[in-house]
């Protein structure tokens, strides 16, 4: 039997192309409804961007210029130099160390000769630093600390623990002596603990007055736990000791099904000025003592 025609089409024809439209709108449909809350969040994004600018450009552009030219100083240093790497210095978790890149620079003059290498060996630092931190991880080592942890760390993705910080030792439920003893240059001693599945976002930390020395307390025999500054990739498994500084780009990874526990430092930059930059650093432990919280909002402190 042949279908009856309607405006030279079949009817079987018309109802295929009729479902078909009616297919087409609600796929239109569905699509404007998901990407509408992608839409609000890029529009978010961008007038968190480009409001702060214009305002910048209007009422302090001689400022704004300053601050661009350090901040760019600032971050080339990084070896990944790309769109995303501008963007999270200057509009990111980066801001705060673009805000404060003209004190940085001036760290770094200020520490001459010791030029800023970005990433350490431990042979690169004098022996007064070498003996302090081999001090704190044979006390790592001597003590259970990663027992006393693991009790602790149930049911936590990420944990921080504090005995030192800024130079101001802290009292905590894990007694370990040795942290508290009176460094010449070691100013934050702490552990971070990662648990499985575990991983930081790339970011930026604010001040270059110290060095940050992470130490992997535990063995992973695992390839999937390491750090990455820059282009440079640090496994855990290889290399137990890491010393950088914290104001480049970096993330930690964990994506093992172990759990990472590291020893977490800060030491003062290798100076002339040793005590200069103990003073600076104090200063700066009492403007942001009440901030702490705030730079680890993604932690769970480990009273």
């Known amino acids: 039997m042949v279908s009856r025609v309607i405006g030279g089409c079949p009817r079987t024809g018309y109802a295929l192309q009729r479902s078909a439209a009616k297919e087409w709108w609600w796929s239109l449909l569905s699509l404007s409804i998901t990407t509408r809350p992608q839409v609000i969040r890029f529009t978010k994004k961008a007038l968190k961007r480009i409001v702060p600018l214009t305002a910048g450009v209007y009422f302090i552009p001689k400022i704004l ?18 769109v995303a790497t501008l963007d999270r210095y200057f509009a990111g978790n980066g801001v705060f160390t673009w805000l404060l890149s003209p004190f940085n620079l001036l760290m770094d003059v200020l520490t001459l000769p010791f030029r800023n290498k970005g990433i350490y060996k431990i042979a690169d630092l004098p022996k007064g630093h070498q003996d302090e931190i081999h ?22 993705p990420r944990g921080m623990i504090f005995f030192k910080w800024y130079g101001k030792n802290i009292q905590s439920s894990v007694d370990i002596p040795e942290f508290h003893s009176q460094y010449r240059y070691i100013r934050t001693i702490g552990v971070s603990v ?3 599945r575990q991983s930081t976002g790339k970011h ?15 063995t992973i025999d695992d390839p999937n736990v390491y ?3 820059g282009n440079r990739i640090n496994y855990w498994r290889e290399n137990k000791l890491f010393i950088f500084d914290d104001t480049l780009q970096h993330q930690s990874c964990n994506e093992s099904e172990g759990v990472r526990y590291c020893l977490f430092v800060d030491i003062l930059r290798p100076t002339l000025f040793t005590g200069m930059n103990s003073a600076i650093l104090a200063g700066i432990r009492m403007v942001i003592a009440r901030f702490q919280a705030s730079f680890y909002q993604h932690w769970t402190f480990i009273k």
């Open 65 to 82: 210029a300053f601050y661009v030219c350090c901040g760019l100083l600032d971050v080339l240093r990084n070896q990944t130099r790309n």
């Open 135 to 156: 001090a704190v991880i044979d006390a790592a080592h001597q003590r259970n600390i990663v027992g006393e942890l693991e009790k602790k760390m149930a049911g936590k």
């Open 194 to 196: 990662f648990n499985k």
């Open 204 to 218: 930026y930390g604010p001040l270059r007055v110290t060095l940050r020395v992470l130490y992997n307390i535990n």
């Open 227 to 229: 750090i990455k500054v």
